[in-house]
């Protein structure tokens, strides 16, 4: 990642303001026809296109400066992320999914909670800016006490509303 934000002179955070609300209108329009979709789908297509909802929002917030995002990956986490020698082959991934470079046989490679693998220079910079797998969006600690409030709140609000609706059913 490191390579990428040399190779286009940017620095991790730095948001070009016209790039940034074309990609956020295109994410949206995106996100407009797959909500029309669902209306219509059932089953397993709805689940898929509600994964791909789930998925566009998580873009619009990475992207979107007005939006509040994800904070970074505490810098212990970070450091204590398990090393482990990439096998590539039918087992395991045979490329890193940020660069989609192969992995080279005993390559080390950091290993995310959720299990994804990812090159070291290139989850590193990810995890300085978001606290969340760049594959699944699983979370890692943060030490932004204002989040994990909210985070706090948002899950009591759930058990809340779960709650009243067994109460009520």
């Excluded at 956020?24 to 909500?35: C, D, G």
């Excluded at 089953?43 to 929002?57: M, N, Q, S, T």
Aim: glycine share 2%.
């Amino acid at each position: 990642m490191d390579l990428y934000y040399q190779e286009h002179d940017v620095r991790p955070n730095e948001r070009d303001t016209a790039s940034t609300q074309t990609s956020t209108s295109t994410v949206m329009l995106r996100l407009a026809l797959l909500v029309a979709r669902m209306s219509e789908a059932t089953g397993p297509e709805h689940e898929r296109l509600a994964a791909a909802v789930d998925h566009l929002l998580a873009q619009v917030s990475d992207t979107d400066p007005s939006m509040p995002g994800k904070p970074p990956a505490s810098a212990e986490s970070i450091r204590t992320l398990p090393v482990v020698n990439m096998r590539p082959g039918p087992s395991g991934p045979s490329s890193c999914p940020i660069c989609t470079e192969e992995y080279e046989f005993n390559e080390p490679a950091k290993r995310l909670p959720c299990g994804h693998t990812f090159h070291a220079d290139c989850v590193v910079p990810w995890l300085r800016s978001h606290c969340t797998c760049p594959l699944c969006r699983a979370e890692l600690p943060t030490d932004d006490l204002a989040y994990m409030q909210r985070k706090r709140l948002e899950k009591r609000r759930e058990a809340v509303s779960q709650l009243q609706h067994h109460m009520l059913n």
